[in-house]
């Protein structure tokens, strides 16, 4: 059972790159649906600056601001998560949260996709 946990080392550790550089492809994905959401809400009349103008500068200032937390969320992603995988490596535990985090981020594109 020793020699599993030696093959499992490296193969949680490309997960683990993958799963961090998903979550970076992930950041520029949710931009673009608050932007979605930001332009169709701006489109109905709502609370929102009339001007061209005034909506392009609140957009930039929008995208801006998701990308900035989208990129200490996914900072913190990664620390959390490496860390938990190294402690756990070669654990059911530790291919449980691969599996949930590969589940949220195809729901995030899939959530892209349709929306």
């Not at 599996?99 to 929306?115: K, R, S």
């Amino acid at each position: 059972m020793k020699w599993l946990r030696f093959g499992a080392g490296p193969l949680a550790l490309l997960l683990w790159l993958g799963s961090v550089g998903v979550a970076m492809v992930e950041i520029v994905v949710v931009r673009d649906l608050v932007l979605r959401l930001f332009v169709f809400i701006v489109s109905q009349g709502g609370q929102f600056p009339r001007r061209v103008e005034n909506a392009y500068w609140s957009g930039a200032t929008l995208s801006n601001i998701v990308v900035l937390i989208l990129g200490v969320a996914v900072a913190i992603f990664a620390i959390a998560t490496g860390e938990y995988h190294s402690r756990r490596v070669g654990t059911s535990q530790s291919w449980k949260l691969f599996g949930w985090t590969f589940a949220v981020q195809l729901a995030i594109f899939v959530l892209a996709y349709f929306l």
